[in-house]
């Protein structure tokens, strides 16, 4: 089944900076790659996704950009705010909206410091 | 809508009693999750089901742990006899079928400590 590894597992970052989380899978038949972010007590929460048809994506100060050549994928957040404090997951499925479930990686703990 | 419903959120029992954990998805979501988070492992999926009827469970761990749906609106988790390794954050999740976003909608969890 696919394999998703996630770096780094803690991320600590001043207030301002940006932060980037790395992913890669191993099933180079997925083509759904979500990022899930989890606040302390709460389940993951979408927030932003992308589909192998597209290179990278962007919604404000978050992007996400896939590689399909290297199977990597990365999270990247600029003007990073204490409120971006939490745990973020990657996962990667085959399709969206099929009986594929999601694969995620272990998570990454990212702490922004004012 | 009041989103994915779990229950109880939290647990403590004994080494050898009866765990059920609860879940009421998304009205309408078609698809429904059952992840365990733990430190050591992240987010592992133990089962899912489709239109009430389990896909895929190769996730589930031991025959110890057992999941039902028995309708649209209401699925449990069973671990006999629980185990302290048991001890986790469940997660339940539902999402909509063919034509959704792919969205996994989550519960706020079932932290069970397995003594």
């Known amino acids: 089944g696919e394999n998703v590894e996630q770096h780094p597992s803690t991320l600590s970052v001043q207030e301002g900076d940006s932060a980037v989380i790395k992913c890669t899978y191993s099933?180079?038949?997925?083509?759904?790659f979500p990022w899930y972010k989890q606040e302390l007590g709460k389940g993951p929460q979408l927030i932003i996704d992308i589909r192998s048809n597209v290179g990278e994506k962007k919604d404000q100060r978050i992007a996400v950009t896939l590689n399909k050549t290297a199977k990597h994928f990365s999270l990247h957040i600029t003007e990073t705010q204490p409120e971006d404090s939490a745990v973020y997951f990657c996962a990667a499925s085959k399709r969206a909206d099929s009986g594929y479930a999601l694969n995620f990686g272990k998570g990454t703990s990212l702490l922004v410091t004012p | 809508d009041a989103g994915v419903i779990q229950s109880p959120r939290h647990e403590v029992t004994e080494m050898g009693q009866e765990v059920t954990l609860r879940c009421k998805p998304i009205?309408?979501?078609?698809?429904l999750f059952w992840y365990r988070q733990t430190m050591m492992r992240g987010l592992e999926l133990l089962i899912y089901?489709?239109?009430?009827?389990?896909?895929?469970d190769s996730g589930m761990p031991e025959d110890r742990f057992s999941a039902k749906m028995p309708n649209a609106s209401f699925s449990t988790l069973k671990i006999q006899p629980s185990e302290p390794r048991d001890s986790a954050v469940y997660f339940c999740?539902?999402?909509?079928?063919?034509?959704?976003?792919?969205?996994?909608?989550f519960g706020e969890g079932s932290r069970l400590t397995v003594l």
């Open positions: 089901f489709n239109n009430n009827v389990p896909i895929d």
């Open positions: 099933d180079s038949a997925s083509n759904y």
């Open positions: 009205s309408g979501h078609d698809y």
């Open positions: 999740a539902s999402r909509g079928g063919q034509g959704g976003t792919g969205e996994l909608f």
